[in-house]
């Protein structure tokens, strides 16, 4: 079945630096979802990528998919205490969501 | 609008004991489904349904029940509670149209002991 995979688990970065986390699939994704879930939340929706080598931007964050649609990458530029969370990738078939294993990102100030 | 409601928040249970989580969505949405959350593993699927009267199984479904009568609702149920159940179960609905993110309740926390 389908198997998303992300790297790297958890993010230490100091505030103001950049900071990037990988998706990969084992197949072909029809699409790609971006969450991210505040400590003590619950996952928050940010994105969708459906076309190969597709890149959009939301303010800081960059998100972007493969041109054979097997991987993602969401980038923030200059990171803020803000960003802290776990951010999650997840591929789409119908109504089937299957989730990466998240990155955990913290910012130290 | 309340968006994915879940009941109860906090639960305890001793392993045997049955319960069911409940989750109700307000949005009119097709898809919902139900998900677990352990430390270091993401989310995993359980059962999901794209319609009501229609559910079908995720990644790891033992163990658990659901059932889709209305549209708003997609109960979890748990038959006899185990500890490696100990878990955040989150409920999350969705419209049919695959540009659209899920929405997602704040989730349960059940301890098995």
């Known amino acids: 079945g389908q198997q998303v995979m992300q790297i790297p688990q958890y993010q230490h970065v100091q505030e103001g630096e950049d900071f990037t986390t990988y998706c990969n699939s084992s197949?072909?994704?029809?699409?790609i979802q971006w969450y991210k879930q505040r400590p003590g939340g619950h996952p928050v929706f940010l994105i969708q990528l459906v076309k190969s080598g597709e890149v959009k931007k939301q303010k800081r964050l960059t998100f972007q998919f493969g041109e054979a649609k097997k991987n993602s990458s969401l980038h923030i530029t200059a990171t803020q205490t803000t960003d802290v969370g776990t951010y999650f990738c997840?591929?789409?078939?119908?109504?089937?969501?299957?989730f990466g294993q998240g990155t955990e990102l913290s910012v130290k100030p | 609008n309340a968006g994915v409601t879940q009941t109860p928040k906090f639960q305890v249970l001793k392993t045997g004991q049955s319960m069911t989580l409940q989750c109700a969505q307000d949005?009119?949405?097709?898809?919902m489904s139900w998900y677990r959350q352990d430390p270091g593993m993401g989310l995993r699927l359980i059962h999901y349904?794209?319609?009501?009267?229609?559910?079908d199984q995720g990644e790891v479904p033992n163990g658990y029940n659901v059932s889709r009568s209305t549209t708003e609702d997609f109960p979890l149920r748990l038959l006899s509670a185990a500890p490696s159940q100990t878990s955040v179960y989150f409920c999350?609905?969705?419209?049919?149209?695959?540009?659209?993110?899920?929405?997602f309740g704040s989730g349960t926390r059940l301890t098995v002991v």
């Open positions: 999350a609905s969705s419209i049919r149209d695959q540009g659209n993110g899920y929405t």
């Open positions: 197949t072909t994704l029809s699409n």
């Open positions: 949005m009119n949405h097709e898809y």
């Open positions: 997840a591929g789409r078939q119908g109504g089937k969501l299957i």
């Open positions: 349904s794209v319609g009501a009267g229609i559910t």
